[in-house]
């Protein structure tokens, strides 16, 4: 069974930092394109970055571009959001997505997501 | 940037009803458009990709159609555990993959 486990959301300041991990399970972690999808209060789904399988590749939303950090770590079947310089607009719930088998960009299974609030 | 309109954006209807939910693309996407459902505290559920394919596990009552910049997910009799919101996204033309703002399909 497939399984994909974020952590590392909470509450920060205006400015801050925070990093976001999602722990994958049940498919091989590096044959997948990873994304981060968020949903603010309120709001739809955003697209917020993807890497490819080897990490080699990355993209970034305009609007956490400069500021946001994707990677992985294919050893630990685990991938990652560094997120600097966090506003208030930041503020979502943050989902890891993987790709679906032979495609790019349909996303088959999401975690259940993790909270990231921005406020002083 | 891609902007995906859906509409409309709720929709009121009982379970046995047919749903229709359309999504317009700001430039052409091809068939390259997908369709979730996400319900509260849930993750979203891929539903239907490439306009028309459906996921892997999802009931026939759901179906998608269109190309270019016009779509449709139609639900042909709804279930109780179908009210939930509905998202398209497109792949055509990315970077930024994008969302529709989304319709809530409620009873």
């Known amino acids: 069974e497939i399984q994909l486990l974020e952590s590392g959301g909470g509450l920060v300041q205006p400015g801050g930092s925070l990093r976001l991990s999602c722990a994958a399970s049940?498919?091989?972690?590096?044959?997948?394109?990873m994304n981060w999808v968020r949903q603010a209060p309120g709001k739809g789904l955003e697209w917020v970055s993807g890497?490819?399988?080897?990490?080699?590749?990355?993209y970034s939303a305009d609007s956490v571009k400069g500021r946001f950090t994707i990677s992985r770590d294919n050893s630990k079947n685990t991938l990652y959001l560094l997120m600097n310089s966090l506003r208030a607009d930041d503020t979502a719930v943050y989902y890891c997505?993987?790709?679906?088998?032979?495609?790019?960009?349909?996303?088959?299974?999401w975690g259940q997501g993790t909270l990231v609030t921005v406020s002083s | 940037e891609t902007v995906l309109t859906q509409s409309p954006a709720s929709l009121s209807l009982s379970p046995g009803d047919r749903a229709t939910l359309s999504c317009r693309a700001s430039?052409?996407?091809?068939?390259?458009l997908a369709w979730y459902q996400h319900k509260p505290g849930q993750a979203p559920r891929l539903l239907i990709y490439?306009?028309?394919n459906r996921a892997t596990g999802i009931p026939a009552r759901f179906s998608g159609s269109g190309s270019g910049t016009d779509f449709t997910l139609t639900i042909s009799s709804l279930e109780p555990e179908d009210f939930a919101v509905y998202y398209c996204q497109q792949r055509s033309n990315w970077p930024p993959i994008t969302f529709g703002q989304g319709t809530r399909l409620e009873i």
């Open positions: 490439d306009a028309s």
């Open positions: 890497t490819s399988g080897s990490g080699a590749n990355t």
């Open positions: 997505a993987k790709d679906r088998p032979g495609d790019i960009n349909w996303f088959d299974s």
């Open positions: 430039q052409s996407v091809s068939n390259y």
């Open positions: 049940g498919f091989t972690f590096s044959n997948y394109a």
